[in-house]
């Protein structure tokens, strides 16, 4: 097997494992060594592709902003104004969370972990501030197209 073909599947051996230890036993409570182990990677192996536990929690938390992305994008390009689209999202709410497959709560034990760490905490906050923009962006995209109104 190519070289870059066996990175990558130790890659995504490392984060499948560390989606299911996360999940079961919580962000702090899960190892690196456990998530090796289940992964049959040595801790070598880890620290080539992530350098601490919370770099591979962030790539996870990242795919599942990824998946809310699409959907978004997927819902703007899917109707013809600002409120059809705030519409459509709001639908969207549901798959919002199958996409998360089990991981707000490990979400919000880190974020509580994350208030110590700075840095982290930066890191996890930013999608949300872009989340922020984006929809004050088409709520004034709305308003200028006169699907929305300006209320207080």
Not at 4 to 26: V, W, Y
Request: charged content about 25%.
């Amino acid at each position: 097997m190519p070289h870059q073909q066996r990175s990558e599947e130790t890659h995504a051996a490392i984060l499948r494992a560390a989606l299911e230890a996360f999940a079961a036993a919580g962000y702090e409570a899960a190892s690196v060594d456990a998530i090796c182990r289940a992964a049959g990677v040595s801790k070598g192996a880890f620290y080539h592709h992530f350098p601490t536990k919370q770099a591979l929690f962030l790539e996870l938390f990242e795919d599942w902003l990824k998946g809310i992305d699409e959907r978004l994008a997927e819902s703007r390009v899917a109707t013809g104004n600002a409120a059809e689209s705030l519409l459509h999202m709001a639908g969207m709410a549901r798959g919002v969370f199958e996409i998360a497959d089990g991981r707000v709560p490990m979400f919000l034990e880190f974020w509580t972990q994350a208030r110590l760490e700075p840095a982290v905490w930066a890191a996890t906050i930013a999608p949300y501030r872009r989340y922020q923009s984006y929809f004050e962006g088409l709520l004034r995209e709305g308003m200028a197209d006169g699907s929305l109104r300006q209320i207080d």
